[in-house]
C-alpha cells in the first residue's frame, strides 16, 4: 500500500538557516510527489511537484526537492528561511484513485 | 475565480445531530475529495468523486454520507454526529492532465460535543 512518512514532527531553525524536511515514501511504481504547506487555519497551499524527469524540482517561495528513487525520499529544502515560512508542510503521494496520500506533517517554527 | 469554497467555517454540534458541510467549486474539475485531518495525523481521505452522479469511499467513510449530482457541488454529509468526528474538514478537487494538483477550500472546523 502506498504511504508517506515523514520522520519529523517539529523542527526549529534560525532565520536565515538552511532549511531541510525529510520525506519518505512507499510506492510500487513511479511515484507522483507533492509537498504543500500550510499555515494556520488555512489550506493547504502547493509548493511543488514530481512527475518525472529533471529529478531536482524547483517549487513556490524559493524551495526546492529532490527525488531519490533509490532512498524513496523527496526532501524539501530551503537555503535560506524567513520568519514567514513558519508553518506545517505536508509530503503526500499520489494514490491510484488520483487523490493525495499525505504524511503526517512536519511543523516548521522559525526562531529570530 | 473563488475556487474551491466550503461552508461553514466553524461548527459545534451536539452527540447526534446531523449536518452537511457545503462544497462548491468553479473550475469545472470533474475529481473532488473529502479530507479530515486530525492533529499529528495528516490529511486522511473520507470520501471522493470522479464526476457528477459518481462516488466512492476513501480511507474513513464510517459515519459520513455524500452525493454528486452537479460538477460544482459536492457535500459531505454526516448523519449522527460522535465526538470522534470532531476534525478540521478540508474539500478539494484536482485539476486535470499534466497540470494536475489539488485546489483546497479552506475548511470546516468541527466540534462535536
Known amino acids: 500500500a502506498q504511504s508517506v512518512t515523514q520522520p519529523d514532527i517539529h523542527i526549529t531553525v534560525s532565520e536565515g538557516a538552511s532549511l531541510e524536511l525529510r520525506c519518505n515514501y512507499s510506492?510500487?511504481?513511479?511515484?507522483?510527489l507533492f509537498w504543500y504547506v500550510q499555515s494556520p487555519g488555512q489550506g493547504l497551499q502547493l509548493l511543488l511537484k514530481y512527475f518525472s524527469g529533471d529529478t531536482l524540482v524547483q517549487g513556490i517561495k524559493g524551495f526546492e526537492a529532490e527525488f531519490k528513487r533509490s532512498q524513496s525520499s523527496f526532501n524539501l529544502r530551503k537555503p535560506s528561511v524567513h520568519w514567514s515560512d513558519a508553518a506545517e508542510y505536508f509530503c503526500?503521494?499520489?494514490?491510484?484513485?488520483?487523490?493525495?496520500?499525505f504524511g503526517k506533517g512536519t511543523k516548521l517554527s522559525v526562531k529570530p | 475565480n473563488a475556487g474551491v469554497t466550503q461552508t461553514p467555517k466553524f461548527r459545534i454540534l451536539k452527540i447526534g445531530q446531523s449536518m452537511t458541510l457545503q462544497c462548491t467549486q468553479d473550475?469545472?474539475?470533474?475529481?473532488m475529495y473529502w479530507y479530515r485531518q486530525d492533529p499529528g495525523m495528516g490529511l486522511k481521505l473520507i470520501y471522493y468523486s470522479v464526476g457528477a452522479g459518481i462516488t466512492d469511499k476513501g480511507e474513513v467513510p464510517n459515519g459520513y454520507n455524500v452525493s454528486r449530482s452537479t460538477t460544482e457541488d459536492f457535500p459531505l454529509r454526516l448523519e449522527l454526529a460522535a465526538p470522534s468526528q470532531t476534525s478540521v474538514y478540508f474539500c478539494?478537487?484536482?485539476?486535470?492532465?499534466?497540470?494536475?494538483?489539488?485546489?483546497f477550500g479552506s475548511g470546516t472546523q468541527l466540534s462535536v460535543l
Open positions: 478539494a478537487s484536482r485539476s486535470p492532465g499534466l497540470n494536475e494538483k489539488l485546489f
Open positions: 473550475m469545472n474539475h470533474n475529481y
Open positions: 503526500a503521494v499520489g494514490g491510484s484513485q488520483g487523490n493525495l496520500i
Open positions: 510506492y510500487g511504481a513511479t511515484p507522483y
